[in-house]
């Protein structure tokens, strides 16, 4: 499954980041925004978002599958993972950073 998303929780972000980072985070999500602006796409998506560890993201999984939304692709430039039931696992990373 290609990762073509990233999503961060705006509650980690108020956590976990001091008002430079908060301020550089922005600076890219502008760039980001106006650059697709100039590609003649809308500024901002909105997105559904489930984390996986909810009752029902099993549900969720299967209305995927079902509309050809989920399944087994290989991307390089993406971390693999293994899903055992409603359970994904991700690969030991050697050297983290």
């Known amino acids: 499954m290609q990762i073509k998303f990233t999503v961060i929780k ?11 980072d908060k301020s550089e985070l922005c600076r890219i ?7 697709r ?3 003649g796409k809308s500024a901002l998506n909105t997105y559904l978002v489930v984390n996986t560890d909810e ?3 099993g549900d969720i999984l299967r209305l995927l599958q079902e509309n050809g939304h989920w399944g087994p692709t290989h991307d390089p430039n993406q ?3 293994r899903q055992e039931g ?10 983290p950073v």
């Open 37 to 39: 602006l100039e590609e």
């Open 86 to 95: 409603d359970t994904m696992e991700l690969p030991e990373v050697k050297n």
């Open 55 to 57: 009752d029902y993201a």
């Open 79 to 81: 971390v693999e993972f």
């Open 29 to 35: 999500l502008r760039k980001i925004q106006n650059s």
């Open 10 to 20: 705006n509650e980690d972000v108020e956590k976990h980041l001091d008002e430079l």
